[in-house]
C-alpha cells in the first residue's frame, strides 16, 4: 500500500476489538461508543462503523451536528449527544431520532421542538454528583424531574435516561468517586418519587468503566478506550487488553552531520554537546504535535530517538547520534503501530494526556484506513 507522505493509519478491527473487550467487561451493561471529536481524531464514520461492529449499543457524542452527521451517512444506531446551545437544532434532532441530554434550560426548547413536530422527544436527564460541568446541582435535581414528569405526562418527551459522568475515576483510590455514585442513587431514587423511572442509568466513562462495577448500571460510555489508550497514569493500553487504533508516520525528510554546539529549532532551546546527526521529522504543531513536546519518543529502524527543541509548525528534529545509519526516506513511527510508542508517551513530554494528543492530530494529516468492514 502506498501511504501518504504524512498519515495517521486507523486500524477499524482493533476500534471494534476495543470495543468488545469493554463490553466483556462491563457486560451485562450496554455499550455507548464515544465519537465525539471526530472519533477522538480517528474519523467520525470510521470510529462509528467500527465500535458498532465490535458491538456498541449507542454512539455518543458532545454535539447535535455532529449526531447528524452519522444520521447523514446512514447511521441509524440510537445516538445521544449531550452538549446544546441555544443555538442548537432541537428539532432536526429529534426528526432524527437522536437522544438529547438535558440539565436544566434544554428541556422547554426540547419540548417546545418535539409539540411543534407532534413527536415526543427522547431525554437523557444529567445530574452534577460533582464534577462541576453540565448537569443539574443536587439542589436543581428535584425541580428539574418535576419538569420532566410533567412533559412526559403530556407526550411531548420520552425519558429514556438518567445519567452523571466522572471527575476522578482514572484515580481509582479517591472517594469522590464513591461520593458521586452515592449521589446518583439519590438523584434515581427523587426520580422514581416522580414517577421517572427510565431503562438506562448511565454513569461510567472509560476508567470507571475498567475500574468500578458498581458504576456499570444499564450502560457505560466509553471514549478513549474505544481507541485503545488507557486513561490511567500507570496502566497502559495494551496491558488493559486494549489496542491502540491509530498509527502517526511519515519518513525522514533530511539527515546531515553537525557539530558540537549545533542549537536546534526556535530559540535555540537545545545545543547538541557532541558532533552528532539530526534527522528532521516532518510533522509540526500544525499536524497535532505539541510545541512544547520535549524529550519524546519516535521509532527509526527499530530504534527510538527524542524530540530535541522545539517543535515547529510542519517539523521537528531528533537528535540520531554521530553513527546512526539513519536515512532520508526511512519510515518514522511517532506513536502506535508496533512501535511499542504509545500516545501517552507524547502526552507526558506535553504535559498533557493521550486523549488530547491523539484527538488533536490535525486535518493536514490524511487518515488512511485499513481492517474496516466493508460498508453496506
Ligand atoms: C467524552 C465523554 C465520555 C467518554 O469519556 P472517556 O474518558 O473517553 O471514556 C463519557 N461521557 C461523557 C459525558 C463525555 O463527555
Known amino acids: 500500500m502506498k501511504l501518504p507522505e504524512r498519515a495517521a493509519i486507523i486500524d477499524a478491527a482493533a476500534i471494534a476489538h476495543n470495543v468488545g473487550t469493554i463490553a466483556e467487561y462491563v457486560r451485562p451493561a450496554k455499550v455507548l461508543a464515544a465519537v465525539k471529536a471526530d472519533g477522538y481524531g480517528h474519523g467520525l464514520l470510521t470510529a462509528a462503523r467500527a465500535a458498532l461492529h465490535g458491538g456498541a449499543d449507542w454512539l455518543g457524542v458532545a454535539h447535535i451536528a455532529e449526531a447528524l452527521q452519522l444520521r447523514a451517512h446512514g447511521i441509524e444506531a440510537p445516538v445521544l449527544a449531550w452538549l446544546h446551545t441555544h443555538e442548537a437544532d432541537f428539532a432536526a434532532a429529534i426528526e432524527a431520532h437522536i437522544d438529547l441530554g438535558a440539565s436544566g434550560w434544554e428541556l422547554e426548547p426540547i419540548a417546545e421542538a418535539a409539540n411543534t413536530l407532534h413527536e415526543p422527544a427522547r431525554v437523557h436527564l444529567k445530574v452534577d454528583t460533582g464534577l462541576g460541568r453540565n448537569g443539574a446541582t443536587m439542589t436543581d435535581w428535584p425541580e428539574l424531574v418535576r419538569r420532566a414528569a410533567g412533559y412526559q405526562n403530556r407526550g411531548l418527551i420520552s425519558v429514556e435516561g438518567i445519567f452523571t459522568h466522572m471527575a476522578v475515576a482514572d484515580e481509582p483510590d479517591r472517594r469522590e468517586t464513591d461520593e458521586q455514585l452515592d449521589a446518583f442513587?439519590?438523584?434515581?431514587?427523587?426520580?422514581?418519587?416522580?414517577?421517572?423511572?427510565?431503562?438506562?442509568?448511565?454513569?461510567?466513562?472509560?476508567?470507571?468503566?475498567?475500574?468500578?462495577?458498581?458504576?456499570?448500571?444499564?450502560?457505560?460510555?466509553?471514549?478513549?478506550?474505544?481507541?485503545?489508550?488507557?486513561?490511567?497514569?500507570?496502566?497502559?493500553?495494551?496491558?488493559?487488553?486494549?489496542?491502540?487504533?491509530?498509527?502517526?508516520?511519515?519518513?525522514?525528510?533530511?539527515?546531515?552531520?553537525?557539530?558540537?554546539?549545533?542549537?536546534?529549532?526556535?530559540?535555540?532551546?537545545?545545543?547538541?554537546?557532541?558532533?552528532?546527526?539530526?534527522?528532521?521529522?516532518?510533522?509540526?504543531?500544525?499536524?497535532?504535535?505539541?510545541?512544547?513536546?520535549?524529550?519524546?519518543?519516535?521509532?527509526?529502524?527499530?530504534?527510538?530517538?527524542?524530540?530535541?527543541?522545539?517543535?515547529?509548525?510542519?517539523q521537528f528534529v531528533v537528535d540520531l547520534g554521530a553513527d546512526s545509519d539513519v536515512q532520508v526516506g526511512d519510515e518514522v513511527v511517532v506513536f502506535g503501530g508496533e512501535s511499542g510508542i504509545e500516545a501517552s508517551e507524547w502526552g507526558t513530554a506535553a504535559g498533557t494526556i493521550n486523549y488530547e494528543i491523539v484527538t488533536r492530530i490535525g486535518a493536514r494529516v490524511p487518515r488512511v484506513v485499513i481492517n474496516a468492514e466493508p460498508v453496506p
Open 185 to 314: 442513587r439519590q438523584a434515581l431514587a427523587i426520580a422514581e418519587e416522580h414517577g421517572v423511572v427510565p431503562d438506562l442509568r448511565h454513569v461510567a466513562n472509560t476508567p470507571a468503566a475498567l475500574s468500578r462495577p458498581d458504576a456499570h448500571f444499564d450502560m457505560v460510555r466509553v471514549g478513549v478506550g474505544v481507541y485503545g489508550h488507557s486513561p490511567f497514569a500507570d496502566r497502559s493500553g495494551p496491558s488493559l487488553g486494549l489496542k491502540p487504533a491509530m498509527e502517526l508516520r511519515t519518513t525522514v525528510a533530511n539527515v546531515k552531520s553537525v557539530p558540537a554546539g549545533q542549537g536546534i529549532s526556535y530559540g535555540l532551546t537545545h545545543r547538541v554537546e557532541a558532533p552528532t546527526k539530526l534527522g528532521l521529522i516532518p510533522l509540526g504543531y500544525a499536524d497535532g504535535i505539541p510545541r512544547i513536546a520535549v524529550g519524546a519518543p519516535v521509532l527509526i529502524r527499530g530504534r527510538r530517538y527524542c524530540s530535541a527543541g522545539r517543535v515547529a509548525m510542519d
